[in-house]
């Protein structure tokens, strides 16, 4: 008969000190946190937010809702079992939805900037972007026809006419009875023309040696108007080149500090309308992109600044269906920019939606995704 020492025997305390490790455990492993976060995801039906944004947000009709943010929100959802509602809301009302606690989620092409984590929570970035000018490329001849019935330009020949006219007139009236040499036709009216071009020379090209008038008060004005005919001349000179660059102002377009001469339009409450707000560059503001390429198509505005992704889909998809066919996108770029779904601040879904956010972005079907939606034919 084997005997077992007292000493050998667990003792009642280790044994209840064991049980009680095993309990704690347990407790850890169904009430953490994060356990109670994907219990309570898996039970309440989110409500989500979003807005049209192509490609990253299509809606072709109502409750039907497509493109790279719903591609991967999809996935998400099913990854993690997610019942939810979708609502279409402006981008303002969005975000101010998400951060009092009416939404739960906010899906789109939506810019994770400072000044909205102050009051709200994103993932990771899914897509990297930057903000890029669009313009409307002008053909030689509408360039020319846009230069000649510039009202500006107009105006300016209107005044050097007038001017011409006033010179002219007062040399004729002082020099036309005494002064062969400047007044040489033989009928009135010509001889008034060739008071006209005198006039003209003088304020085009300035004054005239002053012994070439006969009469003491022509020599005495040609003097006088000697510094005034210099300093007009230099003037009209600038107005002019400011009127041909105004002309061609659509190719001279190169980055955002060219845009301070021109009727620049951006999408309201955007990252593109606060970059031109910072800058203080003033723009007009439109309810959607497309509303926006609308109105740079019809000579409303010289350009746009929006993120560079959307524009180069937006007028590709158009120009395959004839549209738009005058507008591109300048490859200068600037301000970077990252997507991501909005949170509501010490959201208990991020950490869930983050993880499988990257797993899915390392997916073919996501480059596969990417390939079909920006290579437009």
């Not at 990854?79 to 939810?84: E, H, Q, R, S, V």
């Not at 390429?293 to 505005?301: F, K, S, T, V, W």
């Not at 970077?336 to 208990?348: A, D, M």
Request: proline share 3%; aromatic share 10%.
């Amino acid at each position: 008969m084997t005997i077992i020492s007292p000493s050998s025997q667990p003792s009642f305390s280790s044994l209840y000190a064991l049980l009680l490790m095993v309990a704690l455990s347990l407790l850890v492993l169904f009430y953490s946190p994060n356990s109670q976060a994907q219990a309570g995801i898996n039970t309440k039906t989110l409500q989500v937010g979003t807005y049209s944004c192509p490609p990253f947000v299509i809606i072709d009709e109502p409750n039907n809702y497509q493109g790279l943010t719903f591609l991967l929100w999809n996935n998400i959802a099913t990854k993690l079992n997610l019942k939810y509602t979708v609502q279409v809301l402006p981008l303002k009302d969005l975000l101010a939805a998400v951060a009092s606690g009416k939404l739960d989620i906010g899906l789109s092409c939506i810019s994770i900037t400072p000044e909205r984590e102050e009051i709200l929570d994103f993932s990771h970035s899914f897509y990297e972007t930057n903000l890029a000018i669009a313009i409307k490329q002008q053909s030689h001849w509408e360039t020319f026809i846009s230069i000649i019935f510039n009202k500006r330009l107009l105006n300016i020949l209107l005044v050097i006419s007038i001017a011409a006219a006033t010179v002219g007139g007062i040399y004729y009236l002082l020099e036309h009875r005494v002064n062969d040499k400047l007044y040489s036709m033989q009928s009135r009216s010509a001889r008034l023309v060739e008071g006209f071009i005198l006039g003209l020379l003088f304020i085009t090209k300035g004054p005239f040696n002053y012994y070439e008038f006969k009469t003491l008060a022509g020599r005495v004005i040609t003097v006088l108007l000697a510094v005034f005919t210099t300093l007009f001349i230099a003037s009209i000179t600038a107005v002019l080149a400011s009127s041909f660059t105004l002309g061609l102002i659509n190719s001279d377009i190169k980055s955002p500090n060219d845009l301070d001469n021109v009727i620049t339009g951006a999408k309201q409450s955007s990252t593109s309308s606060n970059f031109l707000t910072n800058h203080s560059i003033t723009h007009k503001t439109y309810p959607t992109v497309a509303a926006m390429l609308i109105a740079l198509d019809n000579g409303e505005i010289n350009a746009v600044v929006d993120d560079d992704a959307i524009l180069r889909y937006q007028i590709k998809k158009a120009k395959s269906r004839g549209d738009f066919q005058q507008l591109q996108v300048l490859p200068y770029q600037f301000e970077k920019q990252n997507y991501g779904i909005v949170l509501g601040e010490n959201s208990p879904y991020d950490e869930e939606i983050n993880r499988e956010l990257l797993q899915f972005r390392k997916s073919n079907q996501w480059k596969k995704a990417l390939t079909e939606y920006f290579k437009i034919k």
